[in-house]
């Protein structure tokens, strides 16, 4: 499968927001985000304790659905539905997911579906060939599920393999949860709040064709399994305070502001930062500025309401007070990050002057470092190095951004023009003609 991927800005803090084409009408809207990414790898780091796999190991993935969903795919890859974070209470339901997800990557699952695959006829579901397992909800036609498959059905004899996995994953994540100290119990919480309309549009003659066993019986066999177990343990209150503040970051930028205002109306650090997003998401800047000062007033470490700050004025044309914004919230992140070093050097290849293009792109240049797979870096390099008529190198960076997004007659094309003129034996010299031998022996083989 090919994707084509498509990027739009919105604002730096939900900076990179694109669309994955599974087929010509059906897109699946990819958000990425700073605070989200490191907040889900907190959460994930207590889980891989005694564990063989490390959180850089794990792609998540954020699809902008309000359905409450999240499923893997090969290659250790997580997708979570923000609806499943938006509609959690407390931070343990959402890792109780994703002690879920990671169980199918640490079981195996994804391997012994590919394996159980050779025992199916061509008749299989379409979602198993691409190499997705683990629906925690667990209904064939709802969510992400719908847009991949539509309605297929699926083989019972695999019906019954990938059940199996899924109470398997639930038995794990329990264990995950328990043996680090977290409360298992919360799996069982979130297990209630699944969109019980979808999982009733199953008839009963049907419902063993589903992927997932039933909720009630999911939830019987986690209450027995905890009974033996020690997993009665506090929350820890400094991840429910992040949680809080990253479910109204996702609440204000994925709801209208007449559900934002009517949710969060008090003085506390979420209502303030709630509406501080809505505020600028409906043109009010100066309203959204003084409820991020007041924010950062009371927490000036947190990088986040910087970074917001900063996009803030930089939408207002201030690109002095944005670059002196976004600068303090990298100073505040705990590690280098592609998203802080591209939003950085979005703002300097702004200004006029020669100078501050060069130091964007070398912030844009260290934002590929990190993620050489950040095709809207690759796209703002290709724009700063045609501003500083560097040509060679803009087509090179265009290249590299055409074949990340699966355009490899255009990226051939690019990598065609960068290389007679681009300085030979440099490092993108090389890599223009990587680009061309491995996109003219793709083209070939098909």
């Not at 970051?249 to 506390?268: N, P, W």
Request: glycine share 4%.
């Amino acid at each position: 499968m090919v994707a084509t991927v498509i990027f739009k800005r919105i604002i730096a803090s939900l900076i990179i927001y694109f669309s994955i084409f599974i087929h010509n009408s059906i897109a699946l809207e990819i958000i990425r985000d700073e605070e989200l990414e490191n907040f889900t790898k907190e959460l994930t780091v207590e889980l891989l304790n005694n564990t063989s796999i490390n959180v850089e190991d794990i792609n998540f993935y954020f699809v902008n659905n309000k359905e409450i969903n999240a499923f893997v795919t090969g290659g250790k890859n997580i997708f979570i539905n923000t609806g499943l974070i938006t509609q959690a209470d407390d931070y343990r339901e959402y890792q109780a997911v994703i002690a879920h997800e990671l169980s199918h990557i640490i079981g195996g699952h994804i391997f012994n579906t590919s394996a159980e695959l050779q025992n199916l006829s061509n008749k299989a579901l379409p979602v198993y060939l691409l190499g997705i397992i683990g629906i925690f909800a667990g209904s064939a036609d709802t969510a992400i599920t719908s847009i991949m498959l539509g309605r297929a059905s699926v083989q019972d004899g695999f019906t019954y393999y990938s059940r199996n996995q899924e109470a398997s994953a639930d038995q794990a994540a329990i264990n995950l949860m328990c043996s680090n100290n977290i409360n298992a119990s919360y799996l069982i919480g979130f297990l209630e709040k699944l969109d019980r309309k979808t999982l009733d549009s199953i008839s009963n003659e049907n419902y063993y064709r589903s992927t997932h066993p039933p909720i009630d019986s999911r939830k019987e066999w986690i209450n027995i399994s905890l009974k033996n177990k020690e997993c009665e343990f506090e929350n820890t209150q400094i991840l429910q305070e992040k949680f809080n503040l990253l479910k109204s970051k996702l609440i204000a930028f994925t709801h209208s502001k007449q559900e934002v205002t009517a949710i969060y109306r008090g003085d506390s650090n979420v209502d303030l930062y709630a509406n501080a997003i809505i505020s600028y998401l409906s043109g009010d800047h100066s309203v959204s500025l003084e409820f991020l000062n007041r924010l950062i007033n009371r927490e000036p470490n947190n990088p986040y309401f910087r970074e917001l700050l900063g996009e803030i004025y930089f939408a207002k044309g201030d690109f002095d007070s944005a670059i002196i914004n976004q600068s303090i919230a990298m100073e505040l992140i705990n590690e280098p990050s592609d998203l802080y070093f591209m939003m950085i050097g979005s703002y300097l290849i702004t200004l006029e002057d020669q100078v501050s293009k060069y130091d964007g792109i070398k912030n844009l240049k260290k934002s590929i470092f990190i993620n050489p797979k950040n095709t809207y870096s690759w796209y703002l390099l290709a724009r700063a190095y045609a501003e500083t008529e560097n040509l060679p190198l803009a087509n090179y960076a265009t290249a590299e951004r055409y074949y990340l997004i699966g355009e490899r007659g255009l990226a051939l094309e690019f990598a065609q023009k960068s290389i007679n003129s681009i300085e030979k034996n440099s490092p993108e010299w090389y890599r223009a003609n990587d680009l061309m031998s491995i996109i003219s022996s793709s083209l070939i083989e098909d």
